[in-house]
């Protein structure tokens, strides 16, 4: 099996959905999956469905509990640098088969980690590894090097009338 490079990008809903839905096909027909979540840290919903697929998904996250609208400190790119090490070394590993990288173009485009980096690190993948990134406003190196990119676009959306995120459909 040839590996890509997917990107979810865009300022819609549903990159982090996409790939966990990808997650969960790739565990149904036996893949390894790895999912590193950047600039996240706490009990999602989606980690309590993957205890339960231990065997198959992998799931550990290079954030720290923030607020929205909070700036962004050193701790930040502490965490996203660490995150980043972490997946230099699962992609070496070869155990997986498909390698998510949640919120990766987010970190980028906070300036947290290096695009550069990023892209030597995917480039030195085995052939076989699917890598997929999201997050908004992907690098345009980034697209480049990718054989998928899928922009979610926000045409509506209940947030805009004071709708909070809720358990189960946003976190």
Known sequence: MNGYIQVYTGNGKGKTTAA??????AAGAGLNVFIGQFMKLGDYSEINAFRMLSDSIKVEQFGRKRRIGQEMEEADRVC????????????????????????INYAMGMGLISTDK???????????QEIVLTGR?????????ADLVTEM?????YYNIGVRSRRGIER
């Open 80 to 103: 996203a640098q660490k995150g980043l090490d972490r997946i230099k070394a699962v992609i070496k590993d070869e155990r997986y088969d498909l390698i998510i990288l949640d919120e």
């Open 137 to 145: 406003d992907a690098p345009g190196d980034i697209i480049g090097i």
């Open 20 to 25: 966990i839905g990808l997650a969960l096909r």
């Open 153 to 157: 676009r926000m045409v509506k959306h």
């Open 118 to 128: 990023v892209i030597e690190i995917i480039k030195g993948r085995p052939p076989d």
